[in-house]
């Protein structure tokens, strides 16, 4: 699987006013009839965020051309486990519903600085607006699973839908003193998309002896004329990095992983990339992803051509 990516760059940061102060976190595209909207979560002034929408031209480059500084989902009613902020992971199109698995957080206490749950918000404006399916998770934490069930992706099999998500239950001091999280890509399967029975599966654990901590926003992407592929953002202790791998439905081979894209150069993303995510306009694959700071610095784009697949 080779680099085949052109990075364009940073593409949208937050204004730095109102609710959108700092921080474009986890691009979610969804490609309409005559643009690309990005829905992204923004953070106020206390870090707390909320989900937003920014539409690009279809054409190249893919111009801003429309933003709209209201959110489409808000924060979660205090003492919910949204409560603090929400952030978009994946979006899907069922029966005309617009179904946006979300990742729901809540500051908790100096020795479980937060929790991190996947919620879930249905739309029937076309995306205009968003309402809570229920003010639970749709994943609830578990015994096995108490702070981390989030970063949901949803796909459809023969069967149903099948989701890959980030579950653990550790936090773990750094050589710095700060608590980190441990987590895995875990795999669960339901009827209907929406409730999601136990038991589910481990796909991939992080390598603690070679300093990876866990990862985020696990994809599963099926560029044309390629097999699928795990897009994952692999964490250490120090950084994110976006790496894509094979997917036949196993183990992950590790051994396989490749860097996706190469922003070394780019002071916006020069520490870490992260949190991917593809669309298809025409013959032409774009990449949103997340630079430094999770996040902090804004998203970017990248994109690459049926021709060089």
């Known amino acids: ?42 953070c106020d002034a206390d870090l707390r965020g909320r989900i937003f929408a920014v539409d690009l031209s279809l054409d190249h480059p893919h111009a801003v051309i429309h933003f709209d500084p209201a959110p489409v989902l808000d924060l979660g ?3 919910c486990f949204d409560a603090d902020g929400v952030n978009p992971c994946h979006l899907e199109i069922f029966d005309a519903v617009w179904r946006l698995y979300y990742v729901g957080w809540q500051r908790l206490s100096q020795d479980v600085p937060y929790t991190l ?29 108490r702070y981390f069930r989030t970063a949901p992706f949803v796909q459809r099999v023969d069967n149903g839908f099948q989701m890959l998500y980030i579950g653990g239950n550790r936090f773990v001091p750094s050589p710095s003193g700060k608590l980190l999280p441990r987590y895995a890509i875990r795999r669960s399967w339901s009827a209907d998309g ?16 070679h300093g990876e901590i866990g990862f985020g926003r696990p994809r599963i992407e099926t560029l044309p004329g390629q097999a699928p592929a795990l ?13 894509m791998c094979p997917w036949d439905e ?42 430094n700071g999770f996040g902090r610095t804004g998203f970017g784009l990248a994109y690459r051509d049926l021709a060089s697949n």
Not at 9 to 35: K, N, Y
Not at 128 to 134: A, E, G, I
């Open 77 to 79: 009613t205090m003492g």
């Open 1 to 42: 699987m080779k680099k085949q990516w052109t990075d364009l760059g940073l593409r949208f940061e937050a204004p730095g006013s109102g609710l959108l102060q700092t921080h474009a976190m986890l691009p979610t595209p969804i490609v309409l009839a005559d643009r690309i909207r990005v829905y992204f979560s923004s």
């Open 231 to 243: 897009m994952v953002s692999v964490r250490t202790e120090r950084a994110y990095t976006l790496m």
């Open 117 to 145: 749950l996947a919620g879930l918000a249905l739309s029937k404006d076309f995306g205009k607006t968003f309402v809570r399916w229920k003010t639970e998770p749709v994943l609830p934490a578990t015994p096995d699973e």
């Open 194 to 209: 929406i409730h999601w029975p136990d038991p589910t599966e481990d796909v991939l654990l992080p390598d603690e002896a």
């Open 250 to 291: 196993g183990p992950v081979d590790r051994s396989r992983f490749v860097e996706v894209v190469d922003a070394a150069g780019h002071a916006w993303a020069s520490e870490m990339t992260c949190f991917g995510a593809t669309c298809q306009v025409e013959d032409r694959t774009l990449l949103f992803y997340n630079g």
